[in-house]
């Protein structure tokens, strides 16, 4: 079922988007692009097809009086083949044929619209611009039939024939062969591309009847009849309305699409959202009002829930909601949701899809539309309509112009403060969205170029802290609410855990002047604070940073009376520094410690972590030492390094063995060790040493 939803979604979406391509490049209701390429080859078929038979015939049908002579024409080969392709073993399910059908009429009213709004400027003159624009489908039980009619475009005598010729001469090779190739999963999106949903409905049809007239003014109408074997009829007829009518006379096993109740489940099925109305039997079926455009107060959360599972082609809720409306800087009807379920992998790639459509007065300008919202809110799923968008925005102006700009800064702006209104009045919402979202969030800031929209999206991160219980997250503006005025400096501290962080060496001389840290246990976190830098006028730094600063209070830096004596300490360091050569690019000593005996400080440690992360595996020691140009920084005081500082006079083996010790676990604390395994050879070693006289 959901493949078949999938199949259904990419197939109208498709077909809309070819649709409007070729509203473009205007004239025809196929795939232009596909049918120039193949013209070439055609002249050869059109030699042997197109014999024409004529018969002199007056016949009456409903309003229809039909004029002229007939015109028998037999389908060229090509076509024949692409007919019984797609009326025979295409689709498994026949009931689709509604959906192809009314999907043809939606386009062509669409269309029609479309061309009523920029018809003047492309010089045409249209017909009735002022009827409904409706799509009316009739059974009839007795004679068994189902009649789909539009008051759409219509066709002219070379539309009519041609739509079927051209796409027969130009699609029909190609699309047998995709077929072929894809297989018929994917075919059902090759048809929307190629226009040929209307052979399905000889899937269920004896015989069709379409009549048409086109809305360029003073078309006349005509009729066309087959029975899908071999052959066509075309005839001229007066009293044809503007639009499209197409009979189709079902065959005996398929006379329940000629039943009311059955159609009115197909259409609810798969035509919910047309935005046209669908009147079946003198009853409106879909719900068409294109919820974006109503106002936010009438929608109900199932209308949301009904309209966010179309659009986004899936079955979960949404978790957020935003239906935002306004008319200054921009006219902007816009409903944006956040999916209840969690991202996948697919959505967390850079390169999933836009899950928002532009479009301007009900029309469809662009379906995933990846400029409006920046990629980083690729996680929304929704609709945006804005009037000031031109229908005719070609695809460089939908990348660069100041309007797609301005629209996608108003929609940014108002999003993100959406979220932050959510954060304080749904908490609890709030906290599962982060947990599962934020990392959207992140990629923001380190991708946005507005220092502005920066701060806009740093507002809604969220961490645990020192001064907070564990499990607890804040904000980064709720942090410097609890600051003395005077520190402009937001601390924290990255660590794979809460316990981590506490015990972490780098976190005691702060905890022991009472500063607030916020800890950070998300990987990306402290890159995404290194390259935020600041929030609300306060500097962003963590606290191995200010470990590097020189302590303000020089007195700080005279060694205690407990501890190694300077003298002492010097000949410690001198040791170290050999002992570690090519490992160590400095070795002092620090007051900043209590109980770790020493830490490794380097330049940029968020960078530094990153790059051990990721690149560091295939280089030697030698050069990742080299790169990473470690410090390490010793605690006089600590017992370790008094023992240490003895057992250079008393047994210079285990005095070396336990500095490279002493080196690597400073590196694991330092989270600059991706592997610790590698470390036990050396543990082991050490425990033998200590063993040895037990
Ligand atoms: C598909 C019948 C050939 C318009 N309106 C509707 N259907 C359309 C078009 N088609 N092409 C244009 C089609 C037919 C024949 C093509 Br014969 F429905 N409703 Cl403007």
Redo the contacts with the bound molecule.
């Keep these: 079922m959901s493949a078949l939803r999938a199949r259904l979604g990419s197939s109208t979406v498709c077909a809309r988007k070819i649709f409007l391509q070729s509203i473009n490049n205007s004239k025809?209701?196929?795939a232009r692009s596909v049918s120039a390429k193949i013209q070439n080859d055609s002249t050869i078929f059109r030699a042997f097809s197109n014999r024409q038979y004529s018969t002199a015939t007056e016949q009456k049908k409903d309003g229809e009086t039909l004029k002229g002579t007939s015109e028998k024409r037999e389908f060229q080969a090509e076509t024949r083949m692409l007919l019984d392709i797609v009326a025979r073993s295409l689709y498994s399910d026949k009931e689709v044929f509604i959906r192809e059908?009314i999907s043809?009429?939606s386009?062509?009213l669409e269309?029609?619209r479309y061309l009523s709004v920029s018809a003047a400027t492309e010089g045409k003159q249209l017909e009735q611009t002022d009827r409904a624009l409706e799509i009316k489908l009739i059974t009839d039980k007795q004679n068994r039939t189902i009649t789909?009619q539009?008051s759409?475009?219509?066709?002219t005598k070379e539309?009519?024939?041609q739509?079927?010729g051209t796409?027969a001469r130009s699609g029909s090779k190609s699309f047998i062969e995709e077929i072929k190739k894809q297989g018929a999963d994917q075919a059902s999106s090759i048809i929307g591309q190629f226009?040929?949903?209307?052979y399905s409905?000889f899937m269920v049809a004896d015989k069709?009847e379409?009549f048409?007239r086109?809305s360029i003014a003073g078309s006349p109408g005509y009729k066309?009849s087959?029975d899908g074997s071999g052959v066509?009829e075309i005839q001229e007829a007066d009293g044809v309305p503007i639009?499209?009518k197409?009979v189709v006379y079902l065959k005996t096993d398929c006379r329940e699409f000629s039943d009311d109740e059955t159609v009115k489940g197909i259409i609810k099925k798969y035509s919910n959202f047309i935005g046209s109305p669908i009147i079946l039997n003198d009853q409106q079926v879909n719900s068409i009002k294109p919820l974006w455009l109503m106002e936010p107060k009438e929608v109900t959360q199932e209308q949301h829930v009904e309209f966010y599972r179309f659009i986004g082609n899936s079955y979960d809720k949404p978790r957020f909601t935003l239906h935002y409306k306004t008319d200054a800087p921009l006219s902007i009807r816009a409903v944006l949701y956040v999916p209840e379920g969690k991202p996948g992998l697919f959505e967390l790639s850079r390169d999933s899809d836009v899950g928002v459509s532009l479009y301007s007065r009900k029309i469809l300008i662009k379906s995933k539309a990846d400029n409006i919202l920046p990629k980083w809110l690729r996680f929304v799923k929704g609709v945006v309509d804005s009037e000031d968008i031109p229908l005719n925005l070609s695809r460089e102006l939908l990348q660069n112009s100041n309007l797609i700009i301005k629209l996608r800064t108003v929609l940014t702006n108002r999003f993100l403060k959406f979220l932050n209104d959510s954060a304080s009045k749904d908490p609890v919402g709030y906290d599962t969205f982060y947990r599962d979202y934020s990392i959207f969030l992140k990629e923001g800031i380190v991708t946005s170029h507005s220092p502005l929209e920066r701060e806009d999206i740093a507002k809604l991160l969220r961490f645990e802290s020192s001064k907070l219980e564990k499990g607890v997250r804040t904000s980064m503006a709720e942090y410097s609410s609890r600051q003395k005025n005077e520190q402009k400096t937001i601390y924290y501290l990255a660590a794979p855990s809460r316990e981590l962080a506490e015990t972490s060496p780098y976190f005691e001389s702060l905890k022991k002047r009472d500063l607030e840290v916020l800890f950070c246990y998300d990987t990306y976190d402290e890159l995404v604070l290194l390259e935020l830098k600041e929030f609300g006028g306060r500097q962003l730094v963590s606290v191995e940073s200010d470990m590097q600063k020189e302590p303000e209070n020089k007195s700080e830096s005279v060694i205690g009376a407990q501890g190694l004596q300077q003298p002492q300490v010097d000949e410690l360091i001198k040791f170290l520094k050999g002992q570690l050569e090519g490992k160590v690019f400095d070795v002092r000593t620090t007051q900043r410690l209590d109980s770790h005996p020493c830490v490794i400080i380097v330049p940029e440690m968020a960078a530094a972590r990153h790059f051990v992360r990721t690149q560091a595996q295939n280089m030697s020691e030698e050069n990742r030492f080299a790169l990473l140009r470690p410090q390490l920084e010793i605690n006089a005081k600590h017992p370790i390094i008094e023992k240490l500082h003895k057992l250079l006079s008393t047994d210079k083996d285990l005095a070396n063995m336990v500095a490279q010790q002493l080196f690597s676990n400073a590196m694991v604390t330092a989270g600059l060790v991706m592997d610790p395994r590698n470390l036990i050879t050396h543990i082991n070693e050490l425990l033998i040493k200590a063993l040895e006289k037990h």
């Excluded at 226009?195 to 209307?198: H, K, L």
């Design positions: 025809h209701f196929a059908l043809n009429a386009d062509a269309k029609f789909f539009d759409g475009i219509g066709m539309e009519l024939t739509n079927l796409i226009g040929v949903g209307f409905a069709i379409v048409t086109s066309w087959s066509y639009g499209t197409i």
